[in-house]
């Protein structure tokens, strides 16, 4: 038997339906409105915080070999691809340093260039070429120029087992999301020109306990410093000046990039060093001669975008090379030219 609601009871259930919306929508709880609440939420939570997998959670299987060879190869890259490898074909760096050397603690120290989450950002577009890359671009961007060598093939064993690598050690940072924290602290500018013959004196003094007095650097190998560079030694104290070192196309190059390492981190596990002193060692390395970059000119294609302290012409301003070389940076600054190791000026501190 059919049943028929009368218009009475058609009026019932609409307003009924309309109340017990009203009373879900006021506590979030209407399925419609809590879809939407969550979906700018996951927008607007992009954050997450600097967390990394212990090496011994690697797992004991054929993609853990991988991971577990991209480690060592991070930890020990003159073994593996250094200038001095047996197998000729695998010797894709021009010097003995390893990766770890500028990424500390295998890569998962938060303020020493770390790279928890790194895989998740690529690919990218990278400014110092003007165009999109891939992570073993930027892999790469590191062996050519702070290690001074050659593009490693993307299907190399080696180049896949980094890449596997730094995919494990970004294991609690999904795609779309970031770390807090990573990089390397800014440090705020000094009102003068760095000065290398001041840095010079500061280097003898703080820095050649570790890097030797040429800057040639340590290797790690008990009483034996003066040793000639081979697969077996890496370096405890790397090379920062010479032909062993980076080369002029590295971002260590830049001396503002330079300054806030050794501000942050110099001497090792005692950075005591002002930001005056910081700048003018900077200036000082980067003064001394190293292996030159090839056609270090043409990076950061679109001068808008090109850093304040990069030391290769051309600009998009009418200062000197010596003054993008070793400042005063402040004058560019108020032009518009940055840095992203600029820590704003604030008023407060002086």
Not at 57 to 63: A, L, M, R, V, Y
Not at 210 to 224: R, Y
Request: proline content about 8%.
């Amino acid at each position: 038997m059919k049943t028929t609601l009368t218009p009475s009871g058609k009026i019932l259930i609409l307003v009924t339906v309309f109340f017990m919306s009203a009373i879900l929508i006021s506590e979030n709880s209407h399925p419609f409105i809590g879809c939407k609440k969550e979906e700018v939420a996951v927008k607007q939570d992009s954050i997450v915080p600097w967390k990394f997998p212990e090496a011994s959670s690697i797992p004991d299987n054929e993609e853990g070999k991988i991971i577990k060879l991209g480690r060592d190869i991070f930890l020990e890259t003159f073994k593996y691809i250094g200038p001095d490898v047996k197998d000729s074909s695998k010797r894709f760096t021009g010097n003995n340093m390893d990766c770890q050397n500028c990424h500390f603690s295998a890569g998962t120290s938060k303020t020493v260039f770390g790279l928890v989450g790194v895989y998740s950002k690529y690919p990218a577009l990278d400014d110092r070429l003007n165009k999109v890359v891939s992570l073993q671009d930027r892999i790469n961007s590191c062996l050519m120029r702070s290690m001074n060598g050659k593009a490693m093939p993307v299907d190399n064993p080696e180049m896949k087992a980094l890449t596997a690598y730094l995919k494990w050690l970004g294991t609690y940072v999904p795609k779309g999301k970031r770390t807090d924290g990573g990089g390397l602290p800014k440090i705020e500018l000094i009102n003068r020109a760095a000065d290398p013959s001041k840095g010079k004196l500061i280097f003898l003094d703080k820095c050649m306990t570790c890097h030797a007095d040429n800057g040639s650097g340590i290797f790690d190998k008990p009483d034996m410093v003066d040793v000639a560079a081979d697969s077996v030694y890496g370096y405890k104290f790397p090379p920062v000046m010479g032909v062993t070192s980076y080369n002029n196309g590295a971002g260590m190059y830049r001396l503002i990039v330079a300054a806030a390492f050794i501000y942050n981190k110099m001497p090792f596990n005692d950075a005591v060093l002002s930001v005056e002193e910081s700048f003018d060692v900077a200036a000082y390395i980067n003064t001394e001669p190293r292996p030159v970059f090839a056609n270090s000119g043409s990076d950061y294609p679109d001068l808008k975008l090109k850093p304040v302290d990069s030391p290769f012409p051309p600009y998009d301003d009418t200062y000197s090379e010596l003054q993008h070389k070793y400042g005063p940076f402040q004058p560019m600054v108020k032009l518009g030219e940055g840095s992203s190791m600029i820590e704003p000026d604030n008023p407060a501190k002086k």
